[in-house]
């Protein structure tokens, strides 16, 4: 016997927990399934050595309840893995929210079925349900990047993922350990490895710009400031910001008009270091022409080069730690004591830019012609970000069209969250929204109060269905691309544009016309009776009358 439910929502993070709690509220009757044995999503999965937000914790956290925001207490201006997973446990229970979630089940396939207009819904325990919508919460960065290295499966020790870490405490003590990849996971891991382990190898192929985050224990006194005026806050933070957060030395900054380029080189030098001084992703908050202008992005990105020399002793591993292509275009990395790590005799760096690395043997890696052995191996190696998540997925919507080939060209969404010929599946914080450049529980927070205004609007009006028009979804595509060519964001090589993944189109994937844009888009939508959708007619079962 199938169940039947209203709606499916897929995978318990950030966005999932939302879903749950909003869904809810409209009477709807639903049922979320999750991988993992609970909730948290992304901070559920990292927990690699340094896990840690680089949003500050008063930024990156739920805005929809401010009897949540008000009781929840941060300790740290960054909080870690624990802490977050321990907030995220908390809004679940707080809310009551953990009986319509099943855990340790993985969604295997969805399927639309026409003749019923409802998903069927396979799970990893074998079972099939029934539901009117698919809500997809699966995440961004869930769908770990696991490179094919020749002869990784030889490798005789244990081989990590910062992204599939496990439950129990990993113990380097006393071990060669080595690091593939120098993206924010490997920098956040690599210097509590090298406290750790005997050896530590990192293996580069492209030095990022990682700056400190400057994370200490949360001053109450500013905790206290932020809650006093948490809805000025937030309204800040979307509406005000480059990317969900307003915070430069505790104090909230609007964005900036100045051009790098309209200013002496002292008063940018000082602008930077004010911003540097601050910590984490501060350093986004400058002049707006360093996204554009190359001449402009280099006087940041060579203040941070110089910074990064500094911060290492041997001139030529600082050489090849120091990145050449423009900042800010592939995500700012904010770092603790990573640059330092190097000063360290037990560390050592490899360069793999020239040439990849060989193999890997039972033993360690082979790289440049040399062995470096090891026993363990740590892949830092990122995410099929954006869509992998859903791609990993068996997707059948009309007429038996696979979600693979909808999308074998290009990614294509409309607003980024619906699909041409997948009706009622709803797409949360992925690809084609601005979820990788913004904080991601407000876009998540939008878009699901969105879903529920169109099912309530469906239901109003005894429709059917929803989903995107085909030439809808082509023009948020070329939307998204004027965006992104506007910028220098498809000079720099990142998962921002997909070029992790070997064949993967840009085109479609992030949206980067600002929060305050996309949310008009949407609203517009709504407001103009949809137009970029087909609705088709037909009652709900078991709807509202
Ligand atoms: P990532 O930024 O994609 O970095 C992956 C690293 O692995 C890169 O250095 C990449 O090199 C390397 N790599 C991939 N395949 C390789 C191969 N075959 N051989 C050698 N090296 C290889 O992934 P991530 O570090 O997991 O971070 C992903 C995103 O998650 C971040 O950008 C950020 O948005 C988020 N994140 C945030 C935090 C935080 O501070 N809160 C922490 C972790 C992650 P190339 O650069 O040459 O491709």
Redesign the pocket.
Known sequence: MQQRYDAIIVGAGMAGIYAVYHLRKLGLSIKLFEAGSSVGGTWYWNRYPG????IESMEYSYAFSDELQQEWQWSERYAGQAELSRYFEFVTDRFDLRRDMQFNTRVSSARFDEDTAEWIVHTSDGASHRARYCVMTTGL?SAP?K?E?PGLESFKGPVYH??LWPKEKVDFSGQRVGV???????V?AIPLIAAEARHLTV?Q??PGYAVPLRNHPMPAEYQHKVKANYAEWRHKERYESFGGWVSVHYEPVPLMTQMALDVSDEERRALYEDRWQSGGLALYNVYPDVYVNREANDTLAEFVREKIRARVNDPATAALLTPNFPILMK?LI?DTNYYETYNRDNVSLVD?SKQ??ETITPNGVKANGQEYECDSLVL????DAMTGALTRMDITGRGGVKLTDHWAQRARTYLGMMCAGFPNFFIIDAVGSPSVVFQPIFVSEEQLNWVGECIQHLDANQQRTIEARAEAEDAWGEECERALQATLFPTT?S?YVGA?IEGKSHKGLIYLGGMAEYRRWFHEETARGYPGFVLTSGVREGAAA
Request: hydrophobic share 40%; net charge positive.
């Open positions: 896990a840690r937000v680089d960065l990047n490179p290295i910062t992204g593939i990849g120098t993206g924010s996971s490997a956040q293996f192929r492209t995500r904010a793999i990849a690395i830092a190696t990122g995410y090589n998962w992790n």
